[in-house]
């Protein structure tokens, strides 16, 4: 039987010593490195499970738009980020019991017919912008406030990225 106080006793001790702290060195970071992968594997994970969208930004759009046609909230914003879906679901929900999610249908579809894809767009991201005449101040809510949008031209953007599970989502219209 080995006897740890003995063993530092004499020279012998000392390579049993560099042996333990080398194996400690040695293991440590490969198991920090091992949680840190499995931690972000489960972060990662729901990017991987969520299927809704298309093989395109153009097929995710017009899924969400045929979604909000068919009046399904939850569908229609299942095709945005997972971050937004939520936010986006009560949006919709805001447009349904106020009459104006048709209106908001007809925007959109209009909004596909004079887009133009940007420059900026690659394989993982992309980008559409049109432009978009504001002929009087408009006062709109969001996110609870109230905003003024001044009278003039402006260039929107309708962006997408695509996830790990290969479908394009809506990260901002």
């Known amino acids: 039987m080995l006897n740890w106080k003995n063993i530092f006793k004499s020279w012998t001790g000392v390579p049993v010593l560099i042996l333990v702290v080398l194996a400690v060195v ?6 920090k490195s091992w949680q840190l992968k499995r931690a972000y594997d489960k972060i990662e994970k729901p990017y991987y499970a969520d299927t809704y969208g298309g093989a395109t930004p153009e097929e995710t759009y017009d899924m969400f738009i045929e979604a909000l046609k068919d009046g399904d909230v939850e569908l229609a ?9 939520d936010n986006w679901q009560e949006t919709f929900e805001k447009f349904q019991s106020s009459d104006s ?32 005449v504001v002929e009087e101040d408009k006062i709109v809510e969001f996110e609870g406030q109230k905003l003024t949008i001044p009278a003039g031209n402006y260039t929107n953007e309708v962006m997408f990225i695509k996830y790990p599970s290969e479908v394009w989502k809506i990260e901002g219209l």
Not at 26 to 31: A, I, K, S
Not at 101 to 122: A, G, H, M, R, V
């Open 26 to 31: 040695w293991f440590l970071p490969g198991y």
């Open 101 to 132: 999610l048709e209106e908001f249908i007809f925007e959109l579809e209009n909004t596909k017919k004079i887009w133009k894809k940007s420059e900026k767009s690659d394989d993982t991201a992309a980008s559409f912008t049109y432009p978009n």
């Open 77 to 85: 914003s299942k095709y945005f980020i997972l971050e937004k879906q």
